[in-house]
């Protein structure tokens, strides 16, 4: 334990692991953001990665960096600038530098600041910090890559192999400057490596050299300690938005009893969806790799076609291949959940970075009128609340729904409470009963939602045809009957159009009398609130409403949007969704705040745009 | 998926009227489906039929069974998920040769790479029919349409090569007029467990009238064509004297009789054989210098995707009985908070 009087407490810190992108600092930020929440601490984190899975060594473009912000209080985002930086090599230096503070505390490997790392990195000088103008740091200067040599020099392995538990050594000292027992890191690598005892030796052994090093020799920073939050009791586990909606997935079939179809092809930063639900075949659940994207949706369409609860995942531009197929479940009216991962674009864009740029081509994205459900997850965790929900409106509703999720959420994670099924309303597949046989057509509807019935094959006497052409409203064979089309087309939007019944009104949080409104959608969340909670802290007046369905909108939406004075859109893209706004509801003028940058928004960013709009 | 009752082939006709062109095709087409679903005995309610978008992707519609007529090109894709989903199901796909080899070729070579069990009807009349008159992959190279007014300078897909190129194990072939023929590979292809692609050569009578009439013409189809049955001599001709041979690499057609050539010199087909060399040579008779196969060329039985799929999803249930989420997610690495 280090020098006690030197210990500070503190309620927040944000931590930012940098390194080549084979340095391992996902595996060492995501042990960091575990261990901190075993120990009740909140955590919100986020990797930032390069599209490259290994670039040149100790070149900018190959910088791979994971964030981790951990508190004593409710942590909402993964933080704006880090208060810790860990940077194995120059170039993550200074490919951070814009994503620290000022004072922040940097630890590097010195060993890598030698002329050639230098030189990779582009510096002109020898002294790096001096040249980026880092003047106000506080530097922890460790000869990493020559203590983790010694510690293993006795081992088998070789000098590749060796260097690679560096990022063991950073845990170590953090683990030291946290004040975070090293035993307990110690019990998560024995879980992780557990197959592989030679590597997990060695990672353990330079993982205490590295906690030894700091408290050895009392490097020059104050130790810090952050207190338990106060977390609702319960059992928790670290999840990713992606394993949030696989596993959200998973429960709707559960709770419907509809056995679950995933029809997917790889595409970051969506993949991870297909990867989980590849392994769950032990819950019976399928899912085919298609041969492309427009596969990955079709099987799915024919999985729903045989009564699975179907669903397939996807990024933006397999969204725009899947529209075709999208456009024949809204015309055959059959279940299917679409999960759009968004990621920059347009085009192949920018596939590892986020945005919300989708909106509209979830929206509209379709030849003909081709309404469907589109709606967002706001937290890594609640995805599995949305996807659940986007199962349940998909099945009950017989209508394909779009769950717009993005690279954030996706790869950020959050402290999860394992969720009870029992609290989650029940899904009730439409299927035909016997009593309708004699008369039954496949566009026959219930009358309390406009929704058609579900008849599977393997039902005898319900042998029906469906498919991409017009269907007459009462025969349901072929029809390119006038009226009859304006009546179809009136019969399919109505049907969405009556799911703003079934979804929850819009909420207001923050200031009930504010005198600006905060507005945005899906995985903003994390960022808006915090700004509002801050403003408000400030003696400003801020209310926040964040939506998670968009199409239809909640039936309060006009109704919140016309309370306040001043109304600000603000989301990752050049304004979609306020665009959609003023189309939706007469007589309203919000706002923007728009940014396209591929990173989430700052807190301070959007603090400092509302203070703007608040004096203006 | 059960073959237990008699049906007859009104049985499987839906209320719908047929709205092909008289003299179309795919009317023969759609009699031989009926009467072996018939023959097959698996009820209209256990049997799905899937189509893409063309003339011949209509037949869902005519037919009294779970049906969908989906989008251009992606029948094999829907149909994957169908069988996929729910492999009791007798699954049927129609297509033709713009939607299966030209907008769906992806799908098509996929669908017959994984060995979905699923029976694909390819209804191959060498033409773009609802769209009026364009060439298509399988046009001859020259052909003169609408979209080739000079005449196509581009190969054409033989369908049974595609097959066999994306591993296929069973591919037969047969004539629109040939109800015998067509019936016999249909049920082949349906009891067949694995994907199974049916070439049936049909005439469009508007825009490609006579496009196998080199062919099917009842003058000359007994010398130009083969139906080759497996274990029988590869035996044709309006006599039946004719034969094939191997000649080095090649196969020859030969007349039992001259040359010193007896019966037992002729190939015995082997649709079983695994390896594809031979098949393949079959396949590729065009019906000039060799005569045009028709029946069964190759089936072969392996490994099917729908049921190996399935296997794994019974073996993993059987390692943890009635699991659920709740359970599983116990296993991750957690933490209490009390």
Redesign the interface.
Known sequence: MSDTAKMTSLEKVVIRFSGDSGDGMQLTGSLFSNLSAIYGNEIATFPDFPSEIRAPQGSLSGVSGYQVHVGSTKIYTPGDLADVLIAMNPAALKVNKKHIKPNAIVIIDEDTFDKTGLGKAHFKTENPFLELGMTGIQLISAPISTMVKASLSESEMDGKSILRSKNMFALGLLCWLFNIPVDTAMHLLDNKFKKKPAILNANLKVLVDGYNFGNNTHASVSTYHIDATDMPKGTYTDVKGNQATAYGLIAASEKSGLPLFLGSYPITPATEILQELAARKDMGVKTIQAEDEIAGVCTAIGASFTGHLAATSTSGPGLALKSEAIGLAVMAELPLVVVDVQRGGPSTGLPTKTEQSDLYQALYGRNGESPCVVMAASTPANCFDYAYMASKLAVEHMTPVILLTDGFLANGSSAWRLPDLDNFPAIVPPFVHADMQATWKPYFRNPENGSRYWAIPGMEGFEHRIGGLEKDHCTSAISTDAKNHQRMTDLRQAKINRIADVIPTLEVQGTPDADLLLVGWGGTFGHLYSAVEELNAEGYKIALAHFNYISPLPRNTEEVLKRFPKVLVCELNMGQFAGYLRSKIAGIAPLQFNKVEGQPFMVEEIKDYVKSMINA | MMENKTYTPAEFK?D?DVRWCPGCGDYAILNSIQKTMAELGV??????V?SG?GCSSRL??YI????????HG?AA??????????P??MVWMVTGDGDCLAIGG??FI?AVRRNVNINIILVNNEIYGLTKGQYSPTSKMGFVSKTSPFGTVEEPFRPAQLTFGARGDFFARTLDIDLKTSQEVMLAAARHPGCSVVEALTNCVIFNDGTHKSLSDKDFRADRTIVLRHGQPMIYGKNQDKGLIIDGFDLKAVTIGENGITEKDILVHDAHCEDRTLHFKLGNMTGLDLPKAMGVIRAVEASVYDQA?EQ??T???A??PN????D???T???????
């Not at chain 2, 699991?323 to 709740?326: A, D, Q, V, Y």
């Open positions: 839906s719908q009820a209209p309610h256990q049997t799905a899937i978008i869902p519609y009294n069974s779970y049906g969908m007529h989906t989008i992606r894709a829907i149909a994957t998920g169908v069988k996929t989903a729910n009791e199901l992806n799908h996929h799929l794994q999803v073996d993993a249930k390692k943890y699991r659920k989420l709740g599983f997610l116990k991750l690495e957690t933490w209490e908070i009390s």
